[in-house]
């Protein structure tokens, strides 16, 4: 991925070729990973927190905190694939809502099919993606501003809509819907391991984080977004489809925040209208705190995957050490301001070295 | 530089664990465990659907609290900011600890129906509080703590109507609560008049304000304002100040400002639901079924509310109010 940033191997490698510089080399390639700082960081939360409590390493443990993890992680490698090509997306959190809503409406209130209900809000979700896309390429207006719009116009549509149809703020009874039982299996089951049940959820996880990686590394598109990111101009010149490449990142969040939202509505089996809300901070703070540069260009999906995991550690390993829960947001604070601070001192580390 | 990068990785991890002993190490009132006047020595998590900081969830967790104190039980509470998801790898987490009882609020049944029926299969007793009273049998709950929200909206609609009140606003600041619609569709029954729903944001007081302000001053035949939490009704009684409006108000749920107001005459009443014994009864009810076998309620509620705080009583609830038990 960095490659693209660096097309130049290290200038001084020709003339002193001996063992030493070759070393220093590798530990600056190393270190010019954008994953390496959360990842050191994750290592030393996972220590903190085995010390201070058996139950955290325990599997029954793990499997407690890879959940938030991974339904954070899956909207993060969207949403810092997004942040590396130059974009914010502030309705992230609240599509997952109406992507459960949208979902749960068309089933339990309209009879219609629950896979023809996945697939409309799949389109859906996808279809607000392509709007964000669309409008931040043609306006040219930051996307922080058109997605903020978005954001409070979905979250009003979710409650209102959702009051409109069904009278009531949330909407149950999936489980009841014909056909969920053939659903499940995909979003809900769990697997067993030695006796400790994880959920599915992990494995879209690990899908997405897979197909996320390959693609920013190995494809044409992921060349793409680097450079829109780091220079919408400039790529624009030299002939990448700069627009379409916006627009596709922004239906990439739309159509992880599908997944995430079914993932919850079929383990809830009811979704709430205010599902998601305040979560697109906490997307991004992975994406952050997994070494994406806030002005695009720079970062890595594994990094974003690290910085879920460092998040839902976090999130569980306050419970797991006993702390009371008073503390848990300024924890979450402390923990982001560490990882991004180490993030910084590793950057600039390995600008220093390079020169 | 490979030594000041480990340096930044020490102290971060010097200052992780410093607040972490700080968090242990200053014991609030749940790890006086022992320190009351009894010595069960169980260990009991409260979940709840609550935000950190709320002045609703506050009492109910100072009751837990002060149980496990009298009672000589290690409580630990946990909220989960009306986040469902949250809420149910919380009691997940409660649940792979072993703990001896739990307690949840349980405004998302549906969410949390997987977890509390992990935790009663685990023999670990679980009571459901606050919210949830229809399905809390259903899920294996050994009690429910709570007050019933449309017998609590009725008796409003009822006093408010007794006091002249045709057409009102029932103020939601929660919007994905049900209990707050169950509240709002009550009233809208004991009152016999119209009611509308208005939505705020329990989190922006100053913003709630404007909206009722604005309801207000663009309907003048609303005579009545009914809010569901005592910041928002705090907030509604500036409102109608500014409004010019004649409109009687009454909330549920209290804190100081409320009280006051009762007692100062601006305000009708306020339901209480008393969400003190919430925090406080379950705790006894665990103790007692884990040391003695007792169940309290034979499956049904136990209600806690709805009391009604007026002119009369304001001055004495003020005062425990302002220690944050009412």
Same mark, same amino acid.
């Given at each position: 991925?960095?490659?693209?940033?660096?097309?130049?191997?290290?200038?001084?490698?020709?003339?002193?070729?001996?063992?030493?510089?070759?070393?220093?080399?590798?530990?600056?390639?190393?270190?010019?990973?954008?994953?390496?700082?959360?990842?050191?960081?994750?290592?030393?939360?996972?220590?903190?927190?085995?010390?201070?409590?058996?139950?955290?390493?325990?599997?029954?443990?793990?499997?407690?905190?890879?959940?938030?993890?991974?339904?954070?992680?899956?909207?993060?490698?969207?949403?810092?694939?997004?942040?590396?090509?130059?974009?914010?997306?502030?309705?992230?959190?609240?599509?997952?809502?109406?992507?459960?809503?949208?979902?749960?409406?068309?089933?339990?209130?309209?009879?219609?099919?629950?896979?023809?209900?996945?697939?409309?809000?799949?389109?859906?979700?996808?279809?607000?993606?392509?709007?964000?896309?669309?409008?931040?390429?043609?306006?040219?207006?930051?996307?922080?501003?058109?997605?903020?719009?978005?954001?409070?116009?979905?979250?009003?549509?979710?409650?209102?809509?959702?009051?409109?149809?069904?009278?009531?703020?949330?909407?149950?009874?999936?489980?009841?819907?014909?056909?969920?039982?053939?659903?499940?299996?995909?979003?809900?089951?769990?697997?067993?391991?030695?006796?400790?049940?994880?959920?599915?959820?992990?494995?879209?996880?690990?899908?997405?984080?897979?197909?996320?990686?390959?693609?920013?590394?190995?494809?044409?598109?992921?060349?793409?977004?680097?450079?829109?990111?780091?220079?919408?101009?400039?790529?624009?010149?030299?002939?990448?489809?700069?627009?379409?490449?916006?627009?596709?990142?922004?239906?990439?969040?739309?159509?992880?925040?599908?997944?995430?939202?079914?993932?919850?509505?079929?383990?809830?089996?009811?979704?709430?209208?205010?599902?998601?809300?305040?979560?697109?901070?906490?997307?991004?703070?992975?994406?952050?705190?997994?070494?994406?540069?806030?002005?695009?260009?720079?970062?890595?999906?594994?990094?974003?995957?690290?910085?879920?995991?460092?998040?839902?550690?976090?999130?569980?390993?306050?419970?797991?050490?006993?702390?009371?829960?008073?503390?848990?947001?300024?924890?979450?604070?402390?923990?982001?301001?560490?990882?991004?601070?180490?993030?910084?001192?590793?950057?600039?580390?390995?600008?220093?070295?390079?020169? | 530089?490979?030594?000041?990068?480990?340096?930044?990785?020490?102290?971060?991890?010097?200052?992780?664990?410093?607040?972490?002993?700080?968090?242990?190490?200053?014991?609030?009132?749940?790890?006086?465990?022992?320190?009351?006047?009894?010595?069960?020595?169980?260990?009991?998590?409260?979940?709840?659907?609550? &935000? #950190? +900081?709320? @002045?609703?969830?506050?009492? %109910?967790?100072?009751? !837990?609290?002060?149980? /496990?104190?009298?009672?000589?039980?290690?409580?630990?509470?946990?909220?989960?900011?009306?986040?469902?998801?949250?809420?149910?790898?919380?009691?997940?987490?409660?649940?792979?600890?072993?703990?001896?009882?739990?307690?949840?609020?349980?405004?998302?049944?549906?969410?949390?129906?997987?977890?509390?029926?992990?935790?009663?299969?685990?023999?670990?007793?679980?009571?459901?509080?606050?919210?949830?009273?229809?399905?809390?049998?259903?899920?294996?709950?050994?009690?429910?703590?709570?007050?019933?929200?449309?017998?609590?909206?009725?008796?409003?609609?009822?006093?408010?109507? &007794? #006091? +002249?009140? @045709?057409?009102?606003?029932? %103020?939601?600041?929660? !919007?994905?609560?049900? /209990?707050?619609?169950?509240?709002?569709?009550?009233?809208?029954?004991?009152?016999?008049?119209?009611?509308?729903?208005?939505?705020?944001?329990?989190?922006?007081?100053?913003?709630?304000?404007?909206?009722?302000?604005?309801?207000?001053?663009?309907?003048?035949?609303?005579?009545?304002?009914?809010?569901?939490?005592?910041?928002?009704?705090?907030?509604?009684?500036?409102?109608?100040?500014?409004?010019?409006?004649?409109?009687?108000?009454?909330?549920?749920?209290?804190?100081?400002?409320?009280?006051?107001?009762?007692?100062?005459?601006?305000?009708?009443?306020?339901?209480?639901?008393?969400?003190? @014994?919430?925090?406080?009864?379950?705790?006894?009810?665990?103790?007692?079924?884990?040391?003695?076998?007792?169940?309290?309620?034979?499956?049904?509620?136990?209600?806690?509310?709805?009391?009604?705080?007026?002119?009369?009583?304001?001055?004495?609830?003020?005062?425990?109010?302002?220690?944050?038990?009412?």
């Amino acid at each position: 991925m960095t490659t693209t940033l660096n097309p130049t191997p290290p200038p001084s490698a020709p003339p002193a070729a001996d063992e030493r510089v070759a070393r220093v080399g590798l530990l600056r390639r190393l270190v010019l990973r954008p994953e390496i700082g959360s990842l050191i960081g994750a290592v030393i939360l996972f220590v903190l927190f085995a010390v201070s409590s058996t139950q955290f390493y325990s599997l029954a443990g793990i499997s407690n905190w890879l959940d938030p993890a991974s339904l954070f992680g899956i909207m993060a490698v969207a949403v810092a694939m997004l942040m590396i090509g130059g974009h914010f997306d502030l309705s992230a959190g609240v599509l997952t809502g109406t992507a459960g809503l949208a979902t749960a409406v068309m089933t339990t209130q309209w009879g219609l099919n629950i896979w023809v209900a996945l697939l409309v809000s799949l389109v859906l979700c996808l279809g607000i993606g392509f709007v964000n896309g669309y409008l931040v390429t043609r306006t040219g207006l930051p996307s922080f501003i058109i997605t903020l719009a978005t954001f409070l116009m979905l979250q009003g549509l979710n409650l209102a809509v959702t009051k409109l149809i069904t009278g009531t703020v949330s909407v149950g009874g999936m489980s009841q819907v014909p056909y969920f039982d053939t659903v499940r299996p995909l979003f809900a089951s769990r697997i067993s391991l030695f006796g400790v049940d994880f959920k599915i959820q992990i494995l879209w996880w690990v899908l997405v984080v897979a197909i996320g990686a390959w693609v920013l590394a190995k494809t044409r598109f992921g060349n793409w977004t680097f450079a829109v990111g780091g220079d919408p101009v400039a790529s624009r010149n030299i002939g990448v489809p700069a627009a379409r490449t916006t627009i596709t990142l922004f239906m990439g969040v739309g159509a992880c925040a599908w997944l995430v939202g079914s993932l919850k509505l079929m383990e809830q089996t009811s979704v709430q209208t205010s599902q998601g809300f305040g979560e697109e901070l906490i997307y991004i703070v992975a994406a952050v705190i997994g070494g994406c540069l806030l002005t695009g260009g720079y970062g890595s999906v594994i990094g974003a995957a690290i910085g879920a995991l460092i998040f839902g550690m976090t999130s569980q390993g306050i419970v797991y050490a006993g702390l009371d829960s008073d503390w848990f947001k300024f924890f979450l604070g402390a923990m982001l301001l560490l990882a991004v601070l180490a993030n910084q001192y590793v950057r600039r580390y390995a600008e220093r070295s390079g020169r | 530089m490979k030594l000041r990068t480990g340096a930044v990785v020490a102290a971060s991890a010097v200052l992780l664990l410093a607040a972490g002993c700080s968090g242990t190490g200053q014991p609030p009132s749940a790890q006086d465990a022992g320190g009351g006047s009894g010595t069960y020595g169980y260990n009991f998590t409260v979940v709840t659907h609550g &935000a #950190a +900081g709320d @002045t609703f969830w506050d009492v %109910v967790k100072k009751g !837990a609290e002060q149980a /496990g104190t009298d009672e000589g039980v290690t409580v630990t509470y946990r909220d989960s900011n009306g986040d469902p998801a949250r809420q149910a790898q919380l009691i997940d987490a409660a649940v792979n600890e072993n703990v001896d009882g739990l307690v949840v609020s349980m405004a998302n049944p549906d969410a949390l129906r997987a977890s509390i029926e992990a935790a009663t299969a685990k023999g670990i007793p679980v009571i459901t509080i606050n919210s949830g009273q229809d399905r809390s049998t259903e899920f294996g709950a050994l009690a429910h703590v709570g007050q019933d929200e449309g017998i609590a909206g009725r008796g409003a609609g009822a006093q408010m109507a &007794a #006091a +002249g009140v @045709t057409k009102a606003l029932c %103020v939601i600041q929660e !919007a994905g609560n049900i /209990g707050l619609e169950q509240r709002c569709q009550g009233f809208a029954e004991g009152l016999g008049g119209s009611v509308e729903n208005l939505q705020v944001e329990n989190s922006n007081p100053t913003g709630a304000q404007a909206t009722i302000r604005a309801k207000l001053q663009s309907d003048p035949s609303i005579n009545g304002v009914l809010t569901l939490g005592p910041v928002i009704g705090a907030a509604a009684i500036t409102a109608v100040g500014e409004s010019g409006s004649s409109a009687q108000l009454a909330t549920f749920d209290l804190n100081g400002d409320v009280t006051q107001a009762i007692a100062d005459g601006k305000m009708l009443f306020a339901v209480d639901q008393q969400q003190y @014994t919430q925090g406080y009864l379950p705790i006894v009810m665990l103790t007692l079924y884990k040391a003695n076998l007792n169940t309290i309620g034979g499956g049904q509620p136990v209600l806690t509310g709805p009391g009604y705080v007026t002119q009369e009583n304001a001055a004495q609830v003020q005062e425990l109010a302002t220690a944050g038990t009412r």
